[in-house]
């Protein structure tokens, strides 16, 4: 009989529970797993031994269903990125030596890239020590969607989700009074513009979506922006923008940057707004007309009541993929989503070699934004589309969901 | 056969259609009503002759049923507060002659405190002018739940439950690492602290919620709350606060004033940021930790696809009990919601004389806030749990939810 270990990393998704279901919902039906443990907030947990049992705490079919659909890391998380294994050995011989305590043989650490980095090093320390039977498999979650080696990750889904039908909604809201106005809505994602892209699925049902999109994969320009809103001025009464909170000018610099340089707040301090503020102040100046900017903030990543029915099942798959993964000898690997076809939606679920993975990048093509910059592509759309897809049936007890604690 | 002019006017909710709807549908019950009518843009459409047959675009079930759960308003909205009558008799003569042309006797507007003056004034204004056979009939609906004369307002159950399960989700959200951080909720609410008191109700299935909530019936002091966030710190690493965007210090200015009246933008304007991004500066600067606020903006009061069912419900009925009214001959009056008793939970539909409830307040009682000021008492909510309760069935199509254009 052997024991598992689990940890979560990074940023919360709706969907990174999930991951942790299926991890456990297999280790059971495997028959040769004792105790399967959950580490608290990530590696920082391993490291300092602060250790629970999943098996006592989710006894129950039910419980592994409320995990799976509870937003947020339920085991914690951190941020904390391993050293080069030459500079600290010490910290990769103290998480060995835990592991070896709780008779560990298979570490299973789903995350972003910073957590597919501690999965290379560990496994590549592990290889280098010849230390042949812990097992350690990474399993992708992140809402920016930017990991590489699987066509999408587990949390980007759900997030999507979110912002599709919230700007459909804000796009009724907006548009009730009779005089022009904009809307600035300012999205998550720093270097890639998958998530601002998502705004674009509210137009699925006919709605007209945000009138301009601008993704932070693509040099953006005040000139030409305050250009862009003016023109769709001229058509519709409520005009709606798009923004990844990322967008740079052509410098590589930080539109937010750009503008505020030089203005100081209260305190003296440089501030500090994001790129939506700051583009609402210069439409109050430059166009004069009535605006408003609006942070999804962290709304966008916890919103579990609408969660999306796909992302949560293929996160748990994924969880399932990374057991059978450690318990047929494999290390190093993460798990991913290989897509055969959008329409119908057909995929594989894949294994790739760590070193592939981590520390790398995955954007937005710019062939899927259109020439003028201001909007995604049917390309795009065909990408999307199926991530949303399905509804999770939510446990609600006295009018808000019920979700489950690990601790 | 009678025609009924229908329109709608304020702030958007996720129930105001609902009440549309259940005007139509008891007009096509009642037998004597040839056409129903909704004015585009409210009062202003009324005055603009910009009007639509909602018989001819309502003509199912579905499509009542849609409309129900569509948010904000699907008649459009103004601001448009009518004149004193002594003043422009003119506006009031467009109105009636308007009327007339289209053959209206009923005539219902949806709406919050500017829309029943509107009511009180036009109702008033036909009582002058002995038109006895248009009964004009107010239905209330607020966000803000500030309306006098009725328990609460349509509206405020759906927004008060997007804020509690946000708020259940965020905490989530902003506890997952093993540090220091403070979380700044805004809220609306200018004058009234409804809806930042639902900010309680994340905890009703166990969780903390808002570790401190200050309404904005309360004087607030930028040094107490310095010292109340640095004391929840004391016991826990995550502190979420809830504020209303009209929090006030005891001189009656509002926070944001306070402390940026000397802070210019890059433009040279006097900036305006909400009261939450002024404290989030404040944490930094006093505390030091980690630190965010969010503002829950538009989202709050158009997530129809998180719509209390008591809400949308009682908006209906509110719909059919303001068409009863205007059929059994009442005008200058306002339907509303009486509370019998909270557990279990018994109302009664009712109505009032617009002259008690035209351009009054309602807020919070002071004495449903704890002594301290950042926090609310069991009263309310025993007040609140009651109308978030039931979930909405959504029509989701593509992944995102289905909703009625009415043009």
Redesign the interface.
């Known amino acids: 009989m052997k024991n598992i270990l689990v940890a979560?990393s990074g940023g919360?998704t709706s969907a990174i529970n999930a991951t942790v279901a299926g991890i456990v919902e297999m280790a059971k039906i495997s028959g040769n797993i004792n105790k399967i443990y959950g580490a608290?907030?990530g590696i920082?947990g391993v490291i300092e031994e602060s250790l629970i049992e999943l098996n006592e705490i989710l006894k129950d079919t039910s419980d592994v269903d409320l995990l799976y659909k509870?937003?947020?890391?339920?085991l914690?998380?951190?941020?904390l990125k391993l050293n080069d294994i030459d500079k600290c050995e010490n910290q990769y011989e103290q998480i060995i030596k835990v592991l070896r305590k709780y008779s560990i043989t298979y570490f299973i650490y789903i995350g972003g890239n910073d957590s597919m980095d501690t999965v290379e090093k560990l496994s590549r320390y592990c290889k280098v020590k010849n230390i042949d039977d812990i097992n350690i498999i990474g399993a992708p979650k992140t809402i920016d969607n930017d990991l590489v080696e699987t066509d999408h990750c587990p949390g980007f889904g759900s997030a999507a989700?979110y912002i599709?039908?919230?700007f459909?909604?804000?796009e009724?809201?907006?548009?009730?009074?009779?005089t022009q106005s904009v809307?600035i809505v300012e999205v998550m994602g720093r270097n890639a513009g998958w998530l601002t892209a998502s705004s674009a699925?509210?137009r699925?049902?006919?709605g007209i979506g945000p009138n301009l999109i601008y993704l932070c994969e693509k040099d953006f320009n005040i000139n030409k922006f305050t250009n862009d809103v003016k023109e769709k001025l001229k058509d519709n009464n409520s005009v709606i923008v798009a923004i990844s909170e990322g967008i740079k000018n052509s410098n590589g610099q930080y539109i937010s940057d750009e503008?505020?340089s030089?203005?100081?707040?209260?305190?003296g301090?440089n501030?500090i707004a994001g790129a939506g503020r700051v583009l609402e102040?210069i439409v109050r100046?430059e166009i004069g007309c009535k605006v408003?900017s609006?942070?999804l903030?962290?709304?966008q990543?916890?919103?579990?009541?609408?969660g999306?029915k796909t992302d949560l099942d293929e996160s748990k798959i994924l969880g399932m993929k990374a057991f059978q993964c450690a318990n047929e000898g494999n290390s190093g690997v993460m798990v991913g989503i290989k897509r055969i076809s959008s329409n119908p939606y057909k995929i594989e679920f894949v294994t790739t070699d760590i070193k592939k993975v981590a520390n790398l990048e995955k954007k937005v093509p710019l062939s899927w934004i259109n020439s003028n910059g201001n909007d995604v592509k049917k390309e795009m759309i065909d990408y999307l589309?199926p991530l949303?897809?399905?509804?999770v049936s939510?446990n609600?007890?006295?009018?808000?969901?019920?979700?489950m604690?690990l601790y």
């Open positions: 979560q919360p608290k907030n920082q509870t937003p947020a890391a339920a914690g998380s951190c941020r989700k599709a039908t919230t459909s909604e804000l009724r809201d907006c548009s009730v009074y009779n809307t699925l509210s699925l049902n006919g503008v505020q030089s203005v100081k707040d209260v305190f301090h501030y102040e100046k408003r609006i942070e903030n962290l709304m990543r916890c919103a579990g009541h609408i999306s589309k949303i897809q399905g509804e939510i609600y007890k006295n009018g808000i969901p019920e979700y604690n």
